[in-house]
């Protein structure tokens, strides 16, 4: 079967660095997204990955390894706004989307 | 750009009643729309994927004769929930891609639906 790991929930401290991992077992790979989900509202497009190595946009990152069916997202300098879900999704061999159930992310002051 | 726009945002109506929900890619062509149902709390569920021009296909366990969908355009997508009942109560979410199966998706803002 299909499956995309994430962990359920993370805490971290404002101004701080978190990194988000997403593991996945997909037939086939054609590329991995990350999306952010506050609650009560739709996601929105963060990241995507489909050859090896790090993508940056701004204060976020995402990595991927694809030997390793392995992902990160990376969020530095942590502000109060990236309280919300984030989402991994990978694309597989069929181009069907398989999501994640999301990792909640709690930051503190 | 890849701008997705949902109508309505709230919906709260009687049992029996017919809902429906409009998804409309503003600025870029939506060759592939979907149509994806949240729990609070709860992961996306993905309903059915539509082509324009083409019959929607569904996902397992989402009964057709219920959700109606029509995809008649590159720009709308529509839902209809027929004879709304209140376990149909949730938070429904389009979302329209172009052509290309490796473009993200891109997410309307979703339509709360609670049938009383």
């Known amino acids: 079967g299909q499956n995309i790991d994430q962990p359920t929930e993370m805490t971290a401290t404002e101004g701080a660095i978190v990194q988000i991992n997403c593991t996945y077992q997909t037939s086939g790979f054609n590329g991995l997204f990350w999306y952010q989900q506050h609650a009560g509202e739709a996601p929105t497009f963060l990241s995507y990955n489909v050859l090896d190595g790090l993508e940056e946009k701004g204060r976020f990152s995402s990595f991927l390894s694809r030997s390793k069916g392995y992902s990160y997202l990376l969020l530095k300098e942590l502000q109060m706004k990236d309280s919300a879900s984030y989402l991994c999704?990978?694309?597989?061999?069929?181009?069907?989307?398989?999501w994640g159930a999301g990792t909640k992310l709690i930051i503190k002051p | 750009g890849a701008v997705v726009s949902q109508h309505p945002s709230w919906v709260i109506c009687k049992s029996g009643t017919s809902v429906k929900i409009e998804c409309r890619s503003l600025?870029?062509?939506?060759?592939?729309m979907f149509w994806y149902r949240q729990f609070p709390k709860q992961s996306l569920m993905l309903m059915a994927t539509s082509n324009e021009g083409s019959k929607a296909t569904y996902e397992q366990g989402v009964e057709k004769d219920k959700f109606l969908i029509n995809h008649a355009s590159l720009t709308l997508s529509t839902l209809t929930v027929t004879s709304a009942h209140p376990e149909d109560s949730s938070f429904y979410i389009c979302?329209?891609?172009?052509?290309?199966?490796?473009?993200?998706?891109?997410f309307g803002d979703g339509t709360r639906l609670s049938i009383l």
């Open positions: 979302s329209a891609r172009t052509g290309q199966e490796n473009q993200p998706q891109h």
């Open positions: 600025d870029f062509q939506a060759t592939t």
């Open positions: 999704a990978v694309i597989d061999s069929n181009y069907q989307l398989i």
